[in-house]
């Protein structure tokens, strides 16, 4: 979708915490707005770390930052209202979020932020083990298969499944058999790397990636 310029919002965010990674996170894509600048004091603050890695402007010093991103929607996460008034004697104050609003929004974001978080890891992951599902598995998968072809490795792909499942939910109930269903990730994860990836694609089905294997 093309968006006319006119319609795009530009946007200076000030303060590169938390608050600033949500704003980078939620927005950083959307076509209807320009996060074109980002400032903090700290320069290895994280948020600017990652507006470097995506070509947005970095600031440390304020009169700058408005100087280079003028005509701008300002929001100061920084909760300094002296900042507040300095921006909006430079922008006007209808180009200003900060205060009351900007915490509001600096808490909106974050929320949104973890509850994304948690929707990705949920449809990512196996809500009894916590082990990667299926999904996560072929993506895994896929991405070990390039990384052994450009780098001239080999990979180890293995199946198990564990013998007489259905006898331990039908004689001690499916709370016994998810207990065993955790105890069994457990085990089969302390048997393997970090880099390596053990998932549960269905049942009592479990898939093992072995990267580099020799």
């Not at 929001?75 to 979020?97: P, V």
């Not at 900060?98 to 929320?111: E, N, P, V």
């Not at 016994?176 to 457990?186: F, I, P, S, V």
């Not at 970090?194 to 990267?211: K, N, P, Q, W």
Request: net charge negative.
């Amino acid at each position: 979708m093309t968006v006319k310029p006119q319609y795009i919002q530009r946007i200076l965010v000030i303060g590169a915490g938390r608050g600033g990674l949500a704003m980078l996170d939620l927005f950083r894509e959307d076509p209807m707005i320009n996060i074109i600048g980002i400032i903090d004091t700290d320069p290895q603050a994280p948020a600017l770390e990652i507006a470097r890695k995506h070509g947005i402007l970095d600031f440390t010093d304020l009169s700058e930052a408005i100087e280079a991103s003028r005509p701008c929607l300002a929001f100061n996460l920084t909760g300094d209202d002296s900042i507040t008034a300095y921006i909006e004697s430079q922008l006007g104050s209808e180009n200003i979020i900060g205060g009351f609003q900007a915490r509001f929004i600096w808490t909106l974001l974050t929320r949104l932020k973890q509850t994304n978080e948690q929707i990705i890891a949920l449809a990512h992951h196996d809500s009894l083990t916590g082990l990667p599902n299926r999904i996560l598995f072929y993506d895994r998968l896929n991405q070990a298969i390039t990384r052994a072809l450009r780098d001239k490795e080999s990979i180890a792909v293995l199946y198990l499944d564990l013998d007489g499942f259905k006898h331990i939910n039908d004689t001690l109930g499916h709370d016994a058999g998810d207990a065993l269903l955790r105890e069994a990730a457990k085990r089969i994860m302390a048997c393997v790397r970090e880099s390596d990836t053990v998932a549960r694609i269905g049942g009592d089905e479990f898939t093992v990636i072995l990267c580099n294997a020799q």
